[in-house]
């Protein structure tokens, strides 16, 4: 599986940014899919996780209510909305294929796409 993630740019605080991520391989529909965020310094973070069929999404707290994860299997293509954005949202974004439940962990990467949210 090879991800093609983009959408990321400058932003103030308030405003929204759509990231997508376009995978290549018939085996797309099979996997949970997942958006992980690594800010300078810090650990890289699992951020939301959408289950093969869409049925299941996980959310790391500090972006619920804010952010929706969802995926268009047709089109192999999963999404990031992030609304409200605050600048400790601040991040290289990635995007991943094959995403263990509850572990969080990943099989496939994307390359990162910057997002950066000033106050």
Known sequence: ???QASGGGLVQAGDSLRLSCAASGRTFGNYAMGWFRQ???KERECVAVISW???SRYYVDSVKGRFTISRDNAKTTVFLQMNSLKPEDT???YCA???GWNTWRAT???QGTQVTVSS
Request: negative net charge; hydrophobic residues 50%; without cysteine.
């Open 1 to 3: 599986v090879q991800l």
């Open 39 to 41: 800010a300078p310094g």
């Open 53 to 55: 069929s869409g049925a």
């Open 91 to 93: 991040a290289m974004y």
């Open 97 to 99: 294929a094959d995403v």
């Open 108 to 110: 496939y990467w994307g």
